[in-house]
């Protein structure tokens, strides 16, 4: 259930954006549409985690199609809330996706160079049939790589947001929704 209006929010949070059931909507409609593209093909749905790894499990079952599931561990704020404009591969070696079309699933375009990164690290490395990026929020912002989603949830303004899959700082990540934060606990 989304907090109603007299909800009292968690501390420091100070505005609600998507409730929960918006969110699971929309998710809806990107996984009906995903369904219509990908039908009779072989898919790997790559989660970037940690943020993406809450869209990933509700896309993944509006996607009436058999799929394979990976994931991609990287890190790119370092705690803050800017992009640090460096992206980490946190692990060794990448999913094998060779042969089969890859959807990129991540909880927010901002910059776009983590997924500029990872797109262009899993193309030559790892010999994809395609590569295609689902978010849940794209920031309308000018970017400084070419990227481009192909499945958005909702597009957003340039502000900093928590709330499922997305932390300030590790937490906040388990809200059924997404927020702002408080100017207040903002450095
Ligand atoms: P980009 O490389 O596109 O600048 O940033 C992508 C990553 O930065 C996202 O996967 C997410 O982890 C983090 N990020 C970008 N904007 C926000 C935001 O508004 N809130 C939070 N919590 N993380 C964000
Ligand atoms: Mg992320």
């Not at 999913?95 to 699933?105: T, Y």
């Not at 909702?154 to 502000?159: A, M, N």
């Given at each position: 259930?989304?907090?109603?209006?007299s909800?009292?929010l968690?501390?420091?949070?100070?505005?609600i954006?998507f409730?929960?059931?918006t969110?699971?909507?929309?998710?809806?409609?990107l996984?009906?549409?995903?369904?219509g593209?990908?039908?009779?093909?072989p898919?790997?749905?790559?989660?970037?985690?940690?943020?993406?790894a809450?869209f990933?499990?509700?896309l993944?079952?509006?996607?009436?199609?058999?799929?394979?599931?990976q994931?991609?561990s990287?890190a790119?704020y370092?705690?803050g809330t800017?992009s640090?404009g460096?992206?980490?591969?946190?692990?060794?070696?990448l999913?094998?996706?060779?042969?089969?079309?890859?959807?990129?699933?991540d909880?927010v375009?901002?910059t776009?160079?983590?997924?500029?990164?990872?797109?262009?690290?899993?193309a030559?490395?790892?010999?994809?049939?395609?590569?295609?990026?689902?978010v849940?929020?794209?920031?309308?912002?000018?970017?400084?790589?070419?990227?481009?989603?192909q499945?958005?949830?909702?597009?957003?303004?340039?502000?900093?947001?928590v709330?499922y899959?997305?932390?300030?700082?590790?937490?906040y990540?388990?809200?059924?929704?997404v927020?702002?934060l408080?100017?207040?606990?903002?450095?």
């Open positions: 259930m989304p907090p109603s209006p909800f009292p968690p501390q420091g949070v100070d505005r954006l409730d929960a059931e969110i699971a909507r929309r998710v809806g409609e996984g009906a549409a995903i369904t593209d990908f039908l009779g093909k898919l790997t749905v790559v989660a970037i985690l940690q943020g993406g809450l990933m499990a509700d993944i079952r509006r996607i009436h199609l058999p799929l394979q599931i994931s991609i990287v790119s370092h705690g800017t640090s460096t992206v980490t591969f946190l692990q060794n070696g999913p094998d996706v060779s042969g089969r079309h890859v959807l990129l699933v909880d375009l901002d776009g160079r983590t997924l500029h990164a990872i797109r262009h690290r899993l030559s490395e790892c010999l994809p049939l395609s590569i295609s990026l689902a849940l929020l794209s920031k309308r912002i000018d970017r400084p790589v070419p990227i481009e989603a499945y958005v949830g909702f597009e957003i303004d340039g502000e900093f947001v709330g899959g997305l932390d300030y700082a590790g937490d990540r388990n809200l059924p929704f927020g702002t408080s100017p207040s606990i903002l450095p």
